[in-house]
């Protein structure tokens, strides 16, 4: 198991940074993949960036260019670093870990930062 803690979220203006942090309960190397989703009101949960092997990291085309994902293994921390952000990057972000137990892969959760961006 593994527990997930986001952060790094608020308000800001359209052009302006955040910097999200998702600190895990357990090493990052132990864990399958790590991805950042987020969901708007009304909408799906939609995945942003995600990391797994090593540092292999993809991005959704939205946040091509913008947004940066990252990992300090030695505070077991996952980061998701956004520029040049816009207001339709406002949502809840969530934080996922994906661990094989039991020859089973399975989702784990953070509660999620809200990111609202103004125009």
């Known amino acids: 198991q593994v527990q997930l803690v986001e952060s790094g979220g608020g308000l800001v203006q359209a052009g302006g940074s955040l910097r999200l942090s998702c600190v895990a309960s357990?090493?990052?190397?132990?864990?399958?993949?790590v991805r950042w989703y987020r969901q708007a009101p009304g909408k799906q949960r939609d995945l942003v960036a995600s990391?797994?092997?090593?540092?292999?990291?993809n991005y959704a085309d939205s946040v091509k260019g913008r947004f940066t994902m990252s990992r300090d293994n030695a505070k077991n921390t996952v980061y998701l670093q956004m520029n040049s952000l816009k207001p339709e990057d406002t949502a809840v972000y969530y934080c996922n870990a994906v661990l094989l137990e039991r020859l089973q892969f399975r989702d784990y959760w953070g509660q999620g930062t809200q990111v609202t961006v103004s125009s």
């Open positions: 990391m797994s092997g090593g540092s292999s990291t």
């Open positions: 357990r090493s990052i190397f132990s864990i399958n993949a």
